[in-house]
């Protein structure tokens, strides 16, 4: 095992370059920049830039010919009439004086040390903003997928027991809409029921905590962080839970035709028994061993409109905002740290399917 789990993160290294490598392409090949960025904010018509730079564009807008009459040849849109060694100056505080491929080998080598710089119009570097964010994502990602085992599990056995029933056909109704429908509208549906929207005003529509939560006592600490993270998970749980409840349902209906189940009914043991003693071990190594998976599939993916939806400053709402603001070493970092992580839970996940089932061995296995 310990040869499979070495080849594993050797792989782990031309993988992340290769994702790094492309994203870096389309990067570069999509329109805008920050440098574009900077100057709409000098004219004053940025998108939604949070600067970092208030003291230097002040110098800038201060250097910057007020009319000049005639445009200046740049690159750039928006830079027609400024001077272009303010534009020069830009693309130094940017690091996009340097070629292409010079600056992506440039940011190989920082982040291979895991030196990830900093934001660009944030004034902080990207490590201490990923670490502040963390634990929002990082708790949403764990109720959501805690509430999706614990719901998609039982009602998925319940399916696989109950196959062909009128159970098993309505319920197979409601995880279809389930997964058909996207997270983000059960978001809006939720805001416009419960969170004040039109209807009722029963939870708070924004943040994780209310504002004083620091001089509040313990429990109700507790119950503040409840009432407001209740609509996330409820989101991300009923959008979730469609996709694990067909794959136990599925996984215990393949278990409970296999000869050995036949041969325990033969020997006169209930159908309790056989479930149980029988075909829960079986059936549940591959849920169980896909929890790294969905786990990170929860995190990374499934939080992101949930985040912006509800003003959760989290990881996902701090990549779009990077996005939006073309906020390049949050971008690149964020995607460097979820590639990375979630290559090393695909791992975790393939070691537990070993540690679950000792039979299954990855060591004769050519890959």
Known sequence: ??????????LIIPTLLGIMVINFLVIQLAPGGPVEQLIAEMRGNATDATSAFSGQEGDLKSS???????????????????????????EVQFGFDKPVHVRFFNMIKD???????DSYFRDRSVVDLVLEKMPVSISLGLWTTLFVYLISIPLGIRKA????SRFDFWSSAVI???????????????????AGGRYLQWFPLRGLTSIGWEQMATFDKIIDYLWHITLPVLAMVISGFAGLTMLTKNSFLDQINMQYV?????????????????????A???IIAGFPSAFIGILFTGSILIEVIFSLDGLGRLGWEAVINRDYPIVFATLYFF???????????????HVIDPRIDFESRNF
């Open 1 to 10: 095992m310990f040869a499979y789990i070495l080849r594993r993160l050797l």
């Open 64 to 90: 910057a010919p007020q009319d000049t009459g005639s445009a200046a040849s740049s690159k750039y849109r928006g830079a027609q009439g400024l001077d272009p060694q303010i534009i020069k100056e830009m």
């Open 111 to 117: 982040y291979a040390r895991f030196d990830f710089g």
């Open 161 to 164: 027991v109950s196959d062909g």
């Open 176 to 194: 279809v809409l389930g997964y058909a429908i996207p997270g983000f509208l059960f978001a809006i549906l939720l805001i416009v029921v419960f």
């Open 262 to 282: 036949q041969t325990a009914r033969a020997k006169g043991l209930s159908e309790r028994q056989v479930l149980y003693g029988h075909v829960f071990r079986n």
């Open 284 to 286: 549940m190594l591959i």
């Open 339 to 353: 590639t990375l992580v979630g290559l090393l839970l695909q791992l975790v996940g393939d070691v537990m399917y």
